[in-house]
């Protein structure tokens, strides 16, 4: 999968609203120090949390499985846009046979199927990719075709979400008990914050060994 940050919200927007309660505006430091510590204080440890609201992060989410979308998409606290199956489908049209399961073809299908460690899994998908494909090339039209779709295919979403959401997403995601791909969706969502922002998420993110 390829996580691309598009664009975040400066931390003195955050800041400025909570100082907006004090009106305490000449204390701040343009999201420096003191303001960074305000979020920390307000946000966080007071739990002041609708202030992270005003902190926005747009992501372009690539290469996740529909099962992982599936999943993904019950965060109702965030915005998609997601590449429609209907409308792209047509991508399969012009591939040749995707079988016998070998190394060629496992190499051509990794453009379009998120693969497991399971080898058996795996060739299950392949057969399914290719069940689609034949649907596709004597003319089925996509709207029909796209309910024979293995949950493994892939698909691609602009997502945005605030960052009181967001720490409630890392939370439920990097746990152990979440899906193994959502658990790496989460990991790397947070690696592509910003620096100065991870403060306001390192405590939601699950430590390798919990
Ligand atoms: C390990 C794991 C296993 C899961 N297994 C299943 C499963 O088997 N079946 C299944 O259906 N789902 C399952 N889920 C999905 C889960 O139930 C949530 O839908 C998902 O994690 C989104 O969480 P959320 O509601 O907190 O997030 P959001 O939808 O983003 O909501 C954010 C927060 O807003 C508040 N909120 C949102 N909507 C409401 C509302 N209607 N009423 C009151 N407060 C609201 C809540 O405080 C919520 O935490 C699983 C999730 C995890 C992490």
Redesign the pocket.
């Known amino acids: 999968m390829e996580i691309t940050l598009l664009n975040y919200t400066d931390l003195k927007i955050c800041s400025h609203a909570i100082r907006t309660c004090w009106q305490s505006f000449e204390k701040g430091d343009n999201g420096g120090e003191k303001d960074i510590e305000l979020i920390d204080r307000v946000g966080n440890k007071f739990k002041h949390a609708s202030t992270l609201e005003h902190l926005n992060y747009n992501f372009y989410i690539q290469g996740i499985s529909r099962a992982c979308l599936q999943?993904l998409a019950?965060?109702?606290?965030?915005s998609l846009s997601v590449k429609s199956s209907r409308y792209t489908l047509k991508e399969l049209k012009e591939e040749e046979s995707f079988l016998p399961f070998c190394e060629d073809n496992l190499n051509r299908a990794k453009k379009f199927l998120v693969f497991t460690e399971n080898q058996a899994v795996n060739e299950a998908s392949l057969m399914a990719l290719e069940n689609l494909r034949k649907l596709l090339i004597v003319n089925i039209s996509n709207d029909l075709a796209k309910f024979a779709m293995p949950e493994s295919y892939k698909t691609e979403l602009t997502w945005s979400i605030n960052a009181r959401?967001l720490q409630?997403?890392l939370a439920?995601?990097s746990?152990k008990?979440?899906?193994w791909e959502i658990r790496i969706l989460a990991k790397n969502i947070y690696e592509k914050l910003p620096q100065e922002h991870q403060f306001i998420f390192e405590n939601c993110i699950a430590k390798e060994s919990e």
């Open positions: 999943e019950r965060h109702r606290m965030a959401s409630n997403f439920l995601r746990s008990s979440a899906l």
